[in-house]
Structure formats: structure tokens, C-alpha cells
């Protein structure tokens, strides 16, 4: 059963930074392409940063460049988002995604998580 659980979510305010942290299970988390996406009320659910299976590859979406850091640890099954200098923009659910893969085949997924609130206010 695959399972992805974000947490580190909450209340911030601008300029301040937050780190969430999507746990895995399920499937084989180190051949898994993961990303963050989010979706702000009323809009559209968009992708954040996403990293490949192994970590040598990243990518962000422009609004996040400089201040979102994706990374991904294998031996731990997690993979996270360090968000530094947080404006209200980017208040919003966010959510962990994973792809598996098998020599760079998907083989399952998409996968989900739940999500995590993240308000960015004073």
C-alpha cells in the first residue's frame, strides 16, 4: 500500500521559513521521481520543485528559484522542501507527489499525499 504523508506545514510570517517533509512507503522510494506542488484557493493545483530519482537533477518553478530547496534522502524514504523568505503568495495545500520508475520507466503511480497547509501571514 503507497502511502505519502507530508508534515512541517503551519502559520509563518513573511520573510520567514518553514520545511516540509513527505515520508514514503509503498514502493521503491530511491528509483521514485518525487516533486511538491500546491494549490491556493480558487486556483489551480501547480508543480513547486521536483527532483530526480537519484537527486543529481532538480527542477522549480520560477516563482520559488533562490528561495525553495527541494532535496530527497533515500535512506530515509523522505523527501523535502526547505522554503526560506515565505510571502503570502505562497500561502497554499501542499503536496508531495511521487513517480516510480525502473530504468527511467514509470512503473507506478502517481502518487499523492494528503497534503499540508502552509499560511504565510503576519
Known amino acids: 500500500q503507497v502511502q505519502l504523508v507530508e508534515s512541517g506545514g503551519g502559520l509563518v510570517q513573511p520573510g520567514g521559513s518553514l520545511r516540509l517533509s513527505c515520508a514514503a512507503s509503498?514502493?521503491?522510494?530511491?528509483?521514485?521521481?518525487m516533486s511538491w506542488y500546491r494549490q491556493a484557493p480558487g486556483k489551480e493545483r501547480e508543480l513547486v520543485a521536483g527532483?530526480?530519482?537519484?537527486?543529481?537533477?532538480?527542477e522549480y518553478a520560477d516563482s520559488v528559484k533562490g528561495r525553495f530547496t527541494i532535496s530527497k534522502d533515500n535512506a530515509k524514504n523522505t523527501v523535502y522542501l526547505q522554503m526560506n523568505s515565505l510571502k503570502p503568495e505562497d500561502t497554499a495545500v501542499y503536496y508531495c507527489?511521487?513517480?516510480?520508475?525502473?530504468?527511467?520507466?514509470?512503473?507506478?503511480?502517481?502518487?499523492w499525499g494528503q497534503g499540508t497547509q502552509v499560511t504565510v501571514s503576519s
Open positions: 527532483i530526480t530519482s537519484r537527486g543529481g537533477s532538480t
Open positions: 507527489k511521487a513517480v516510480a520508475k525502473y530504468s527511467g520507466v514509470i512503473i507506478g503511480g502517481p502518487y
Open positions: 509503498g514502493f521503491t522510494f530511491s528509483s521514485a521521481a
